[in-house]
C-alpha cells in the first residue's frame, strides 16, 4: 500500500545528520509539547514532542524534551498535532493572492496550480517560479503544466490526430516544465482544447512526464453516470501506454445514486493498481461541482463551432437540447450562478426575473462562455463511498475567489462532519488523506526528488505543522456566503514559520514553489 512504501527512503544517515543537528545547536526555534500528535500515516495517535529547528523537525517523541531550548515553546494541553493539509488540486493565481487565507484557515499548507489543463507561467516557467518565490506566498506552491495551456500555446488546430510537429513541440515544453520543478502534467478533458485530444496524443504527452517520474492528474473526458466507466479507462490506458502514473481529479458520478456504480469505478482502478498502475483519485466532500456554463451545452454549439451560427441554424434543436439536459441535472433550481451580474441566483431565479424560458435564458442572455455555477447532481452516499477508499484523497478544487464553498471549507468539513458527526472516518485516516497519502502521491516524500521532504511528522521532514482541537473545527462558508473562512486551526506553521497564531492570521508568506527534481539529477 502507497501509505507505507516511503518510509524506506529515510536512511540511516539521514535520521543520523537530523539528530546530530539536534545535539549541535544550543538553541531551536520551536518547541511543541503535550501534544496528540497524528502523524499522517494512518497509525494510532500519540502523546509527545516535537522539535523545530530552521523548517526543520530535527525530533520527535513521547517526552516533554525538558532539556531542550526553543525561542517558542507551546504547550498543546493534549490537543492534535498533525502535518498541514497538502491539497492536490487547487486553484488560484500566486501573484495576486499569495497569502492565501483561505487554504491556510482550513489548515492546507501546500496546494497544487495548474490544474483541469490550464496552468500558469507558460511562456517562461522559470521565470514565473522565480517571481513566486520572490512575492513569497502563504502556502507553498506545486506546479503543473496545463495540456490544454500546451494545446494553446503551440496553437493547435481544434482537432484530433495532431501533425507529430504539434506533439514534438508539447512533448519538448513539458519536458522544460519538468526540469524547471513541475510535477507533472493535467488535463482537463471536457474544455476546449482538451476535448479534441485522442489517446494517442495523451500517451505521448504523458510520456515525458514518466521519464521525469512526474504524475498526469485528469479531469477526465465526462464524468457523467453514462460515460464514467469509459472515462476512467481512458485515463488507465494513457497511464499504461506512458508508463505515468495517473490521477482521477474530483471524482464523482453525476446523475449517479448508486453506491454499486462507485464500487465498479473502484474496481477498475483497483484491477489497473494489480497490474503494476500507479493509479490514485481526489474528492472533495460536496454534493455540487462547479465550472462554467458551457457544461450544458451540447459539443455542437462550442469552439470551433461559431455560437452564433449554431442559434440560427438549429436554434430549436438547441432549445430541446438544453431544456432536456438542464432537467436531466435536477432541473434549472440546481444551477447556482457565481459569477456577476447573477451571483448567488439559480437559472430559475433569473428566468422568473427575465420572464421567459430558462433555455432561452442560457442561449439570449448567456451563451456557453458567459458564466460559471455550482450544479447540484452528485449523490452523497456515492461521493461517500469514494472518500472512504484508501487510495481516494482529499483535494478542494477551490480557490480565493470562486464561489463554492469548497474553496474555504472542504478540509475542515472532513474533520466536522466525516469524523466528528458522522464517523465515516476516524481522525487518524482523515490526516492521512489530507497529508501522507497525497505527500507521497506528489512525491514530496521523496528526498531524491524534493531534497526536503514533507507531508509526515518525522524527522527530516519540514515543519509544515497543524494545532488544533478536533471538536472546534468549523467550516463556515456555506453557498449563499461561500467566502467565510473555517476556525479552529489554532496554530498553522508552514516551513516552520506560524502564519496563523492562536487562531488569528498574520502576515507571514513564508513559502514559494517547490521543485521537484528530475530522477538521476544532483
Known amino acids: 500500500m502507497l501509505r507505507l512504501s516511503f518510509l524506506i527512503l529515510f536512511t540511516t544517515g539521514l535520521f543520523l545528520a537530523s539528530c546530530d543537528n539536534a545535539g549541535t545547536s544550543e538553541r531551536f526555534d520551536l518547541l511543541i509539547t503535550n501534544a496528540m500528535i497524528y502523524d499522517g500515516i494512518g497509525e494510532e495517535p500519540f502523546l509527545g514532542s516535537v522539535l523545530v529547528h530552521q523548517g526543520i523537525i530535527v525530533e520527535v517523541g513521547d517526552t516533554d524534551f525538558d532539556e531542550r531550548t526553543a525561542d517558542r515553546v507551546i504547550d498543546t494541553d493534549g490537543a492534535a498535532l498533525s502535518p498541514g493539509f ?177 464500487e465498479e469505478v473502484l474496481d477498475l482502478m483497483n484491477e489497473a493498481r494489480d497490474e503494476g498502475l500507479q493509479v490514485t483519485g481526489d474528492v472533495y466532500p460536496y454534493t455540487a461541482s462547479f465550472t462554467g456554463i458551457s457544461i450544458v451545452f451540447p459539443e455542437w454549439a462550442l469552439p470551433p463551432n461559431d455560437f452564433d451560427d449554431v442559434v440560427e441554424a438549429r436554434r430549436d434543436e438547441l432549445e430541446e437540447y438544453l431544456r432536456n439536459r ?32 430558462f433555455e432561452e435564458v442560457l442561449i439570449d442572455d448567456i451563451g456557453p462562455g458567459g458564466a460559471s455555477a455550482a450544479y447540484f ?29 469548497r474553496g474555504y471549507g472542504t478540509f475542515a468539513k472532513i474533520i466536522r462532519e466525516y469524523v466528528n458527526e458522522l464517523e465515516l472516518l476516524s481522525l487518524e485516516e482523515a490526516v492521512r488523506k489530507m497529508s501522507g497519502l497525497p505527500a507521497e502521491t506528489l512525491g514530496l516524500t521523496d528526498v531524491a526528488a524534493v531534497g526536503v521532504p514533507r507531508g509526515l511528522i518525522r524527522e527530516g521532514f519540514a515543519a509544515d505543522l497543524l494545532i488544533f482541537e478536533p471538536d472546534a473545527v468549523r467550516d463556515n462558508a456555506t453557498f449563499e456566503d461561500p467566502h467565510t473562512l473555517a476556525e479552529g486551526f489554532s496554530w498553522v506553521f508552514v516551513n516552520g514559520v506560524a502564519v496563523i497564531e492562536e487562531g488569528e492570521l498574520n502576515e507571514e508568506r513564508p513559502a514559494g514553489v517547490l521543485r521537484r527534481s528530475l530522477p538521476g539529477s544532483d
Open 86 to 262: 497538502i491539497d492536490t488540486h487547487s486553484h488560484g493565481n500566486a501573484l495576486e493572492s499569495p497569502r492565501f487565507d483561505n487554504f491556510l484557515a482550513m489548515g492546507v499548507t501546500t496546494i497544487s496550480l495548474g490544474q483541469d489543463g490550464r496552468s500558469p507561467g507558460m511562456d517562461n516557467i522559470e521565470g514565473w517560479m522565480r517571481e513566486v518565490d520572490g512575492t513569497g506566498t502563504g502556502p507553498n506552491i506545486i506546479h503543473f503544466v496545463g495540456h490544454n495551456t500546451l494545446r494553446n500555446h503551440v496553437e493547435a488546430p481544434r482537432e484530433s490526430g495532431l501533425d507529430q510537429e504539434y506533439i514534438e513541440e508539447m512533448q519538448r515544453l513539458i519536458r522544460e516544465s519538468m526540469a524547471a520543478g513541475s510535477f507533472g502534467m493535467t488535463t482537463g478533458l471536457e474544455y476546449d482544447h482538451g476535448t479534441f485530444a485522442d489517446l494517442p496524443e495523451l500517451i505521448a504527452l504523458a510520456e515525458p512526464v514518466a521519464e521525469a517520474g512526474g504524475l498526469v492528474m485528469s479531469h477526465m473526458r465526462s464524468e457523467d453516470d453514462d460515460r464514467i466507466m469509459e472515462s476512467v479507462n481512458e485515463l488507465l490506458e494513457q497511464g499504461r501506454g506512458s508508463g505515468a502514473a495517473v490521477h482521477a481529479s474530483h471524482m464523482k458520478i453525476v446523475f449517479g445514486d448508486e453506491i454499486s456504480q462507485a
Open 326 to 357: 438542464v432537467n436531466m441535472r435536477n432541473g434549472p433550481e440546481a444551477t447556482l450562478f457565481g459569477t456577476a451580474p447573477w451571483a448567488g441566483m439559480t437559472l430559475a431565479d433569473v428566468a422568473e426575473e427575465l420572464e421567459k424560458p
Open 377 to 405: 447532481v452528485m449523490d452523497e452516499d456515492v461521493m461517500q463511498r469514494f472518500l472512504q477508499d484508501p487510495y481516494v484523497m482529499v483535494s478542494s478544487d477551490g480557490s480565493p475567489t470562486m464561489r463554492h464553498p
